[in-house]
Structure formats: C-alpha cells, structure tokens
C-alpha cells in the first residue's frame, strides 16, 4: 500500500511538472505561432489523453517496483550500475528511442493503425495533443521504460536521461512553433519534422517515425525534410479513417 502511494505521489509530481513544462511552452506558441489555432476546440480530448497516459505511467511504475526486485536481474543490475555516466546516457538514451522507432513503426503496420490513429487525429498541434493514444498505444511506447529502469534497478541517470527525451519527443514533437537548433536541427527531432508525420497525406504521416534521434529514420529509409515540404499542409486523419472518439481510444 505504502508502495502504491509512493508511486501515484511520484506520478502527480511528474505530472505537475510536465503541465509546468507545457505552460512555458505555451507562451512561445502565443509568441511565435506557425498556424493558427485560435479555433481549436478539442482541449477536452487531450485532456482525456493525458489522463489515459498518466494510469498508464502509474501502472508502468508499478511494474518497475516489482520486478527491479527480480533475484534474476542483481547481477545486471550491479553491472549496469557501476558504468559511467558518458556509457550510461548514451546507451539509455538510444536504446530507449530505438525500440520507440521500431514500436512505432510497428503501430503504423496494418494490424496496429487501428490503436495508433486517434495520435494522428488532431487537425491542430499544440504542446498538449501528443498525449492521445489508446492503451495499446501507451503499453507499445511505454514497455522499454519498464524495461530499461528494471534492468539498471532505476539507476537515476538512466531514469533523468528517459525522462528528459520522453518529455522532449511529447513537448517539442507537437508544438506550434518551429525550431531551429543550429547543427542539431540535422540530428534532434523538430516540431517542424514531427510535424510532418501528423500529415494529412498517408505517404507523409507514413514517414518521419523517429522520437528523438531523426538517424533511425535516414538510417531505415522513412524520413521526409522539412525543406521537402510546402508552408502549409493539412493535419490529420483522411474521412475513412474518422471513426468515434471511443473507438479510436479502443482501437
Ligand atoms: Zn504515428
Ligand atoms: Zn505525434
């Protein structure tokens, strides 16, 4: 029980602060717009995202708490904890963003689109509508966390280094300004890269499946530049691939 409460604690804070985090994101969008999304009517749907993915983080914590325990995972464990910083980052950071490559990818396939289009459904991005994805959605993006932070027995540079990009690919994939990081712009996912994945155009959302690190997709073929692309493009889904709010939560 008391471990119950020390992860929905963790969970409420974690969540406090990515709600911080998209506040001060919001006011560069006000600033520095792409488009315009005065009309935006759909806060109330990503606010049921965001709900979905905060039980799906508490029962991804959950899990790590029981199994780190796992008498199989000591020796691993003592292993990867006596690596250094500059090991540990680098190897967290691309092991957890290529199995979201291959999870996404995966989600695109057509047994997954199904639990994968209510993600491309809105018509508008902001900082807050990455969070919508159907529970299959959560768990195939979600299990290398349980993964990784049980294996390295929740080593703290492993969890900050999870953490940091998962909060960059959410935050920064789906907000309405553009950003341009000098010589990292060629390697680090953009929002106006991202972008281009929530495309109306099948091909065009069927590209660009790279989180953080944009090399899975030059690597594997899949990726589209923004300097490829028009000022404008329509977002979201085509009308036969519309369905119901609850079906597209369902799958
Ligand atoms: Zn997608
Ligand atoms: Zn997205």
Redesign the pocket.
């Known amino acids: 029980m008391q471990e119950i409460k020390e992860v929905l604690r963790g969970q409420l804070i974690q969540l406090a602060s990515v709600m911080a985090f998209g506040l001060f994101l919001g006011l560069f969008e006000w600033r520095f717009a792409v488009r315009d999304n005065k009309k935006y009517r759909e806060h109330w749907i990503d606010a049921l995202g965001i709900f979905c993915v905060f039980l799906g983080a508490c029962s991804f914590a959950l899990s790590v708490a029981a199994l780190r325990k796992l008498p199989v995972l000591h020796s691993l464990q003592t292993t990867i904890n006596e690596l250094p910083w500059y090991v540990l980052v680098p190897a967290a950071s691309l092991a957890a963003d290529f199995i979201n490559y291959l999870a996404h990818r995966l989600l695109h396939s057509k047994h997954f689109w199904n639990f994968h289009r209510w993600?491309h459904s809105p018509e508008q991005l902001f900082w807050f509508s990455?969070f919508r994805g159907s529970f299959v959605h959560i768990f195939l993006l979600g299990f290398k966390n349980i993964l990784i932070l049980s294996i390295s027995n929740l080593n703290p540079i492993v969890l900050a280094t999870i953490g940091v990009q998962g909060l960059y690919a959410q935050m920064a994939?789906?907000v309405n300004f553009d950003l341009h990081i000098p010589i990292l712009d060629r390697i680090l996912v953009t929002p106006q890269y991202?972008r281009i994945?929530?495309a109306f155009e099948r091909k065009l959302h069927d590209s660009n499946y790279s989180f953080v690190w944009t090399f899975w997709d030059k690597i594997f073929g899949t990726q589209t530049l923004p300097e490829s692309m028009p000022d404008f493009f329509p977002l979201g889904l085509t009308p036969s691939e519309k369905v119901g709010l609850w079906r597209m939560l369902l799958g």
């Open positions: 993600h990455g994939g789906h991202h994945h929530h």
